[in-house]
Structure formats: structure tokens, C-alpha cells
């Protein structure tokens, strides 16, 4: 059989079974191309033949047959007709002048086709769930190689998942405790990843597969720690609402403690000491006289003392005694029957301390009551028991009173304004809620802490620089924590850039800020506010007592701190240096 009739015999056993056969000389031009590859290139049999291969090729086709033969490689795959073909080179003898190429089309089963489409659509649904229910999901093999990073991951980090496939989490993020978790199998629950300026709660469980420990993952459901602490401030809310239909009495308008002493920011010595005379004041069951000026938190101290008490699970029922008309005072604490006068509801309604029974009622700004008022509940105090008003019996009640002001009732005593015997049936015990500037140690804290608040309050994310914490430090605030808090919920609204500056701080809180200093505000250089010596819009305690004790009582409130005592004192620190070597404190 000669050359001629054995290339005719290959050829149509390669026809026969389906199969292209392309043939090419030293000079890659086609010496024969079967009738299945002609239809694989589009051309008609023997159009092919004497032609180079890469003249019939599409050029991404050209580029990747001569990178397989360039690598040694000996398969690859092309799209040619919209079929998928797999060109396969065949080794010839040693030293042949002829290369042989074999083609074959892959076809795939319907089958097997349904079952891939399936299962891609099992998987896009899978990272749909995953990307939508976490803000970020990352998962580790036992030796703490990355397996994967979700989509929220990814834009947390600042990396792409298919970049880092493999790679130990430990140089991603040294802080991890993925590679520990993969490692004992023991969650770490409760942690901060401090990504890019931002606080992430995770959580780092193991990673089980077919119940066998596989791994680890960390998740988290929040993009951010002041978007966590909304949420377990709604949860609470939302805690306390059910309570509140629980415990309800007449109409169910109870409430219950809010916040307990967790909630009460700072570690500073004054508000250490007050916690601690607020702590066992909740053991007992006296009545307990919250003091100090507006806006330092005494109804947050009344909500703790609520919680910490024996009394935690029953109402807890609140009354500003300024804001109710003298004439509607009584019946919103006693409460009336019904047609005790016009306009009264049908039925009647209880009162707050019958609403209070068993629980604690919280009389706030109790300096305002006025003294007809005050005879009466003087009565319900001592006795027990209160007269509704149009009723001709009494209720017994069971109420812990904790009341509050920002008045001198021990001043307004003196004058006639204030009872006496109402004065000392309040003041059993006494907690005294120290005002902001008596515990300046604390207020950076406070500041992040309002900071996450409004930023989670109005969708941002926001951190102050220290050109603000600077402006605040030199501040007195008058208006406590309050005014600090609404200053930074404001400062929030303006703030660029997801920075407060002094240039984003309210107009009238930086006016503020310039009456009480002696000196001037200086703008050294855009968005940068020194102050010089400052005083207190409020002249500080001690005054009319000699300087020396003057200025030993400011060392005490301020713990020491030589600068705060010298903002207080209203002197530049170095005269009051000089005072302390004067007096020799």
C-alpha cells in the first residue's frame, strides 16, 4: 500500500468515527483537513489544502494553537461554529515532517447540561442569600487558608477573594481569630475588626461540614458599631414595649427601666462615686433624691437604680412635675373616677402611682411641685394610700419614689417654698449626679459615644477630628450631656466628609464657646479653633471662700488635673502654677 492509499485509509477511519483529522507539513501548511474539520473551519473539502493553518483560523483561534504548541502543551479547547472543539495533537515518529492534529466535538449530554445550569443557579442563589443576610462572611480551612470572602467582605477589606484564595487570614488580617477558631474549634463571639477607620462587629464560629469541624467563619450583620448599637437599642425599645403590655394597669401606660448602669458612660472619680451611692441606694427600698443640674442624666440614674432594684420587673412609671398644669397635677398622680368633673374620661383613669404599684415612680423636677400638691403627696408617702380625685374611698398603692431636681430645695426650705417634713421624707438618701465639667475625664468618651448615635440616627458615618475635641475641651457646658449631645447630633447633620470640624460645629454653640473665654477664639489656620484662658458662663463652687481652699476644692473635683482646675479657676495654667507654689498645695 503506498503513501497515497494509507493517508485515504486513516482518513476515512477518522471520518468514520466522527473525528477531524488535520495533517500539516514543516511549513504548517495543510497537506490534509478530512471533511469534519472543513466543516468545523466552514470551508468545502480540499479548499483547505495548501493553505497555511492560519489562514483558515480566526485570529484569537490562530494565537491560542501556537501558545499550546509554544508551552508543549498537546490539547486545547476553541469555539468554532458554536460548537465547543478540542484539537489534540498526535505524536508521529520521531523525525516525521508531518504533524497530525485530531478533532473532536464535545458534546455534552441534555442531561448533564440541566444538571451544570441547576447547579449554577443553586450557587448564584446561595451568594445572593449570603451577600444579602451578612454585611461581610469569610470562611477558613482548618489551617486558616482562605476558602472564601463574600462580596461586603471584599469592599470591607479592600481585596478581592480569587487574589487571596489559599492564602493564610492571619497576613490578610493579623487581628483575626479565624486561624485560632479553624485551629480549637471554640467561637469567639463579641469581636471589633477596626477596618479602614471603622469598628466591625464579628462573630468567628467553626465551620462544620458533614459533622466534621472544617474550618472557620466570620460573619457580621452590621457595618459598623454605632449600626449595632441602634440595633440593640431597638431591641430594647422593642423589649420593653412587650413588658410594658405585660405589666400594664387601668390603661396600660407603664414602662419599665430602660437602661441600667451599663448604660451610664465614663470612668472618671465623680462618676465612679455616684455610681457606687446609686448602686446601693437600688438595694434598699427608700426613697432616693436625685440632685444636680439640668441635663446631666438623673432620669438615666433613675432608670438604673429601677433596674438594679428587687423592684426591676414591675412598672416604672415617670413624671415631670413642670410640664403638667397645677391644675391637672393631681389627677395625673392620683387619678379620678368617672364624672369627677368635666370632661372626665368614662370610667375614670388611674393615676401614676396606682400605675407605679409595685414598681418605682420618678418624680422629676419634684422643686416645681406646688405646695397644695405637696401636702398631698406628702400623705400618699407616709400612709400608702391615695384618694382618687371624686372618690370618697382610698387605694392602697405600693410605690418606691425616687424624685429628682435641679433646684436648692434645701435654700427653698428656708424661704417657705418647699415643706419641710416633704424635704426630709425625699432626702433619705442622697445621690449627687456630677455636671460635665466636674468630670472632663470623661467627655472624650462621651463624644464617640454621641458620634455613633447620630451617625447611626441619620445613616452616616462620622468621627471627629481633634480640632472638635479641642473646641469641646475648652467648653464648660452649662447644659451637660445634654447640650453636648445635641451639639454633636447637629455637628453630625453638617459634617463633610464624614469628619466633624470646628467649621461643622453649630453657629451658636461656637458663639457659646467665645463668650465664655476671656480671651479670643483664634483661627491659627483653617478649621483650627485654639482657645485662650476660659471661665464658666457659671461661677465654679467655692465662691466667697478664700482662694487657697478655692483652688483646693477644684484639684479635688478635677482629681489633680492642673490644666482642667486652671480652665475652671478662670486663669492661665502657669498663674495658677503660681498660686500652688503661693500656698503651697
Known sequence: MDGDDICAAVTAVAESVGCGLLLLN????????????????????GQAEGRRWQDVLPEPDRERIARLWETGKKSCDLALQERKIRIKEVPLQTGSEIRAMVWEEIEPSQNAVLELRDAYQQIELLKSIINGSFEGIAAVDREGRVLFISEGGEKALGIECRKVLGMPMREIRAECLMGKVARTGIPEMGNLLYVNGVHIPVVVVPLTINGKHAGA??????????????FVKRMQNYYASIKKKGTGAGNGINSVGNFSFGDIIGGSPAIRRTIETARQAARSEAPVMLLGETGT???LFAHAIHSASRRSGKPFICVNCASIPDALLESELFGYEEGAFTGARKGG????????????????????????????????????????????????????????????LGEMVRVGSFREDLYYRLDVIRVDVPPLRYRMEDLQQLVEHFARVHSWKYGREVSVSPEAMEVFDSYWWPGNIRELSNVIEGAVCFSSQ????????????????ERVGKGRIDRKEPGVWRSCVRTSAAQPPG?????????????????????????????????LYEKLKKYDL
Do not use: W, Y
Not at 464624614?498 to 464657646?513: D, E, N, Q
Open 217 to 230: 467563619i466570620c460573619r457580621s450583620v452590621f457595618k459598623n458599631l454605632a449600626e449595632a448599637e441602634g
Open 498 to 513: 464624614g469628619v466633624i470640624t470646628p467649621s461643622s460645629l453649630p453657629h451658636a454653640f461656637l458663639k457659646r464657646v
Open 543 to 575: 465662691e466667697g471662700l478664700e482662694e487657697k481652699e478655692k483652688i483646693r476644692r477644684l484639684l479635688e473635683l478635677t482629681s489633680g488635673n492642673k490644666r482642667r482646675a486652671a480652665v475652671m479657676l478662670g486663669v492661665a495654667r502657669s498663674t
Open 26 to 45: 514543516r511549513q504548517d501548511e495543510i497537506i490534509l483537513a478530512n471533511a469534519v474539520v472543513s466543516r468545523f473551519i466552514n470551508l468545502e473539502p
Open 297 to 299: 442624666g438623673k432620669e
Open 349 to 408: 383613669k388611674p393615676g401614676k402611682f396606682e400605675m407605679a404599684d409595685g414598681g418605682t415612680l420618678f418624680l422629676d423636677e419634684i422643686g416645681d411641685m406646688k405646695l397644695n400638691m405637696q401636702a398631698k403627696l406628702l400623705r400618699a408617702l407616709q400612709e400608702g394610700e391615695i384618694e382618687k380625685v371624686g372618690q370618697v374611698r382610698v387605694t392602697q398603692v405600693n410605690v418606691r419614689v425616687v424624685a429628682a431636681t435641679n433646684r436648692d
